[in-house]
């Protein structure tokens, strides 16, 4: 290293989007892994909306790897961020920017510690993929700071390591997440089915029921289905995989009518099996219901679907409108069934 020991800090930032699965993924066959049991499909949000903005730095000065969260010390600990960082340390490539006289070879890596703060711009935790967002930006931004050369699909396979859903985050457009058959995980990563320009039309509208934090996360509420759900079994088996066929048709022919129904059937199998779990888990309340009657209804009198509605794991509902009219009708709809409270205009 050419400048003086602990002189120089060299930074990246990067932001990347939540994304939005229409097939869900929801079972693991390797808990350390991240391995699904199923393939899943997404649509990857605009990143000027809810997304994830991560700045890392690295100095001969930092003693220890740190991370702060919306401001927050958080601990990096855990198995999932220590996967991501060393599978990134691994690939790291040799840096020099002659101006700053700083030189870091291939094995200086392992040595240099990290400064990562990051910042979700919607609520953390709430069921609204803030870790598919969070640890598709760790991956990518470390990537861009070590120099890492690999593709998007590598990436994505160590983004996997952080958070399942992760892995579907570093594409735009419509992405799946192949769940790959091998053990070691190599061929469990994301391909990008149709980019951002490809459907145009479609206008997602998020309504967001309850901000708070939810009782069970995705990754406990997930186990106890592999562990106790009689119908996950045939969901992963024997609906999914043609499900996931009949979504790419719909991506690629841009078939509202059947992504809609795929998409509406398929996050109610999805609360389904959270039912079928023993004890159950209720993601869904009454709004949530009564936000799926409203769709239902709309849809059945126009006699075609107009939105497609999806839940993840909370109450927030996941609207798709088949194009801008239809989206603005939604909205009307939205705030006439469900007018907005004194308490949500003062905030
Ligand atoms: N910006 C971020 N950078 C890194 N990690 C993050 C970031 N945001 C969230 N996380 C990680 O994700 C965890 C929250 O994930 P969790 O699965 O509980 O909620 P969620 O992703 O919002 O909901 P869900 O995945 O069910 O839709 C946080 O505790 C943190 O470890
Ligand atoms: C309902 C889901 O949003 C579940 C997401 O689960 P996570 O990716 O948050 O789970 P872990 O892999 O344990 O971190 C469906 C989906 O995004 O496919």
Known sequence: MAAPEGQWVLMATG???????????????????????????????DPGHLSATTTVAVSPSFPSDRMW???????????????????????????????????????????LHVHI???NNFPTAAGLASSAAGFACLVFTLGKLMNVKEDYG???????????????????????????????????LAVQLADETHWNDLVIIIAVVS???????????MRDTVETSPLLQYRAQTVVPS???????AIKNQDFES??????????????????????????NDTSHRIISLVEKWN????????????????????????????????????????????????
């Open 15 to 45: 932001r990347s989007p939540t994304n939005i699965a229409v097939i869900k993924y929801w079972g693991k066959r390797d808990e350390a892994l991240i391995l699904p049991v199923n393939d899943s499909i997404s649509v990857t949000l």
């Open 69 to 111: 969260l919306n401001g927050k010390e958080i601990s990096l600990s855990g198995g999932r961020f220590q996967s991501c960082l060393r599978e990134i340390r691994k690939r790291a490539c040799e840096f020099e920017d002659e101006k700053k006289g700083i030189k870091i070879k291939k094995e200086d890596w392992e040595k």
């Open 117 to 119: 703060a990051s910042y």
């Open 154 to 188: 590598e990436l994505s396979s160590i983004a996997r390591q952080g958070s399942g859903s992760a892995c579907r985050s570093l594409y735009g457009g419509f992405v799946k997440w192949c769940m790959g058959k091998k053990d070691d995980g190599s061929d469990s």
């Open 211 to 221: 901000s708070k934090q939810k009782e069970t996360s995705s990754t406990s509420g």
């Open 243 to 249: 499900r996931v066929l009949k979504m790419e048709e």
């Open 259 to 284: 992504f809609a129904k795929l998409t509406c059937a398929d996050s109610n199998q999805f609360h389904a099996v959270c039912l079928d779990t023993s004890p159950p888990i209720f993601y869904m």
């Open 300 to 347: 059945q009198s126009e006699g075609t679907p107009q939105v497609a509605y999806t839940f993840d794991a909370g109450p927030n509902a996941v609207l798709i409108a088949r194009n801008r009219k239809t989206a603005a009708v939604l909205l009307q709809k939205l705030l006439y069934y469900f007018p907005p409270q004194d308490k949500d205009l003062s905030r």
